[in-house]
């Protein structure tokens, strides 16, 4: 079955660094999602892309977060610098566009804790 | 405030009894899809239901969605120890020029084999 890929599965890193999340989306899907997982907030979304352009960011904090998809088979994720309060699990899901009637696949998630 | 809540928060029920998710939401939408979540992993997509229908099934599992009610239900049933996980009701609306998917907090159920 293909799957979202997700790397790394954990990073743990001291506050103020950077860090680079990695996805691999489905083959074919043109849609790629990022979620964050926290036990107070749920699942949150940070951004969506379509065919590689950003649609929807609104959930991402802009002045540490950045997104990009480089090209169809890598999205990133990027915080810098990084703070405690980002620990959490980050989700990406990639999908086909369908008029909103495809469901979404996801990858294992980064599971982030900041020191 | 969320726009999908799911109730109970926690479901603990024994092997063989049957399971039953609640989700409510607050705007109109394009369709209403569940998915699962085991521990440790990523969410894994279940059964989706248009706002056009009422009801649908995929083996076990029982969904029906009541738009007046802005509501939607998951029933498992005969439930296993292998079905313990959190459940997510995820609610697609149309947003600018694309869709939207907001999901809510999740259903925990714990099947005790």
């Known amino acids: 079955d293909a799957r979202v890929t997700q790397t790394p599965r954990h990073k743990v890193t001291e506050m103020g660094q950077e860090v680079t999340m990695r996805c691999q989306p489905i083959?074919?899907?043109?849609?790629v999602f990022w979620y964050r997982q926290t036990m107070m907030q749920g699942l949150e979304l940070l951004a969506y892309f379509r065919n590689r352009a950003p649609l929807d960011d609104s959930g991402m904090p802009k002045d540490r977060f950045s997104a990009e998809m480089p090209d169809a088979t890598l999205a990133t994720l990027k915080i810098q610098p990084s703070e405690p309060r980002d620990s959490a699990v980050y989700f990406c899901?990639?999908?086909?566009?369908?008029?909103?009637?495809?469901?979404?696949?996801f990858g294992d998630g980064t599971r982030l804790s900041i020191l | 405030s969320q726009q999908g809540e799911e109730d109970p928060q926690a479901l603990s029920i024994q092997e063989g009894e049957n399971a039953t998710m609640n989700c409510s939401y607050k705007t109109s939408i394009n369709n209403l899809q569940w998915y699962r979540q085991n521990s440790g992993r990523g969410l894994v997509h279940l059964i989706l239901?248009?706002?056009?229908?009422r009801e649908k099934h995929s083996g076990r599992l029982r969904v029906t969605l009541d738009t007046s009610k802005k509501s939607s239900s998951l029933l498992i049933t005969a439930s296993r120890a292998a079905d313990t996980a959190s459940y997510f009701c995820?609610?697609?609306?149309?947003?600018?020029?694309?869709?939207?998917?907001?999901f809510g907090a999740g259903t925990r159920l714990f099947v005790k084999a």
């Open positions: 083959l074919g899907h043109n849609t």
């Open positions: 899901a990639s999908g086909l566009t369908g008029g909103g009637n495809q469901p979404q696949h």
């Open positions: 995820a609610t697609v609306l149309q947003s600018g020029g694309g869709f939207k998917t907001i």
């Open positions: 239901i248009r706002s056009n229908e």
